[in-house]
């Protein structure tokens, strides 16, 4: 597709549910970002793929988050064990470079609510 | 302290007014981005620099590297600009956020 994509746009959750975020880059992007946005805040830093390369996973908040990109173009967020402070919009973004002075394209995001 | 810190929080303006929205960061960067993100929307992205001055319509920003400092201007403000307009600098493979500014502009 022309953009980033996201699924699902919305997903509600009951807390110690598992969760899968995707997230569809632009076709030919090397890079990919995972961040997390709690409302009323900026994104935060998750994840980063370099191709199917994970270079930094520095922001991932514990060892319930997971991320993968194992053909380095589709990649997968999974939250284990939801707990209510997971409850953030995701958001996915890739680039055609490497490293961040690249011009990025992200997704609309994924909307999670654990309840 | 935050390492990107962005002022106003919060911004108001009316149809046809100037805005300037600044941005200060206390870490060594590689480039700077502005971005706009509408309520319930993902991120577009604005602008990337790392020196000088960049035009886009009625955008432009500029960034001073030796003060660590940025600032996005609207000329002739919309209520379609109304969005939450984010500061992000590029630090080797990642962008750190500063908080936003909320832009509401009336007619």
């Given at each position: 597709?022309?953009?980033?994509?996201q699924s699902?746009?919305?997903?509600?959750?009951?807390?110690?549910?598992?969760v899968a975020l995707r997230c569809d880059?632009?076709?030919?992007?090397?890079?990919l970002?995972w961040?997390?946005?709690?409302?009323?805040?900026?994104?935060?830093?998750?994840?980063?793929f370099?191709?199917?390369?994970?270079?930094?996973?520095?922001?991932?908040?514990?060892?319930?988050?997971f991320a993968e990109r194992p053909?380095?173009?589709v990649s997968t967020l999974k939250i284990?064990?939801?707990?209510?402070?997971?409850?953030?919009?995701?958001?996915c973004?890739?680039?055609?470079?490497?490293?961040?002075?690249?011009?990025?394209?992200?997704?609309?995001?994924?909307?999670?609510?654990?309840? | 302290?935050?390492?990107?810190?962005?002022?106003?929080?919060?911004?108001?303006?009316?149809?046809?007014?100037?805005?300037?929205?600044?941005?200060?960061?206390?870490?060594?960067?590689?480039?700077?981005?502005?971005?706009?993100?509408?309520?319930?929307?993902?991120?577009?992205?604005?602008?990337?620099?790392?020196?000088?001055?960049?035009?886009?319509?009625?955008?432009?920003?500029?960034?001073?590297?030796?003060?660590?400092?940025?600032?996005?201007?609207?000329?002739?403000?919309?209520?379609?600009?109304?969005?939450?307009?984010?500061?992000?600098?590029?630090?080797?493979?990642?962008?750190?956020?500063?908080?936003?500014?909320?832009?509401?502009?009336?007619?």
């Open positions: 597709g022309a953009g980033v994509s699902p746009r919305y997903k509600v959750a009951k807390r110690g549910q598992d880059p632009i076709s030919g992007h090397v890079s970002f961040y997390q946005q709690a409302l009323g805040q900026g994104p935060e830093f998750l994840t980063y370099q191709n199917e390369a994970q270079l930094d996973k520095s922001g991932l908040p514990s060892d319930r988050f053909e380095g173009s284990q064990r939801t707990q209510q402070e997971d409850s953030a919009v995701y958001l973004a890739s680039s055609l470079g490497r490293g961040a002075n690249y011009g990025y394209t992200f997704g609309s995001g994924t909307r999670l609510t654990v309840v | 302290k935050n390492e990107v810190e962005q002022s106003p929080q919060n911004l108001t303006a009316q149809e046809g007014e100037f805005i300037t929205i600044n941005c200060s960061y206390s870490v060594g960067i590689s480039a700077l981005h502005w971005l706009q993100q509408h309520p319930g929307g993902g991120i577009v992205s604005l602008f990337m620099l790392s020196s000088g001055k960049k035009k886009h319509g009625r955008l432009i920003a500029t960034i001073n590297i030796q003060e660590k400092h940025s600032s996005l201007h609207i000329t002739a403000s919309h209520p379609r600009d109304s969005a939450v307009y984010i500061c992000a600098v590029g630090l080797t493979d990642k962008l750190i956020f500063g908080t936003g500014t909320r832009l509401q502009v009336f007619p």
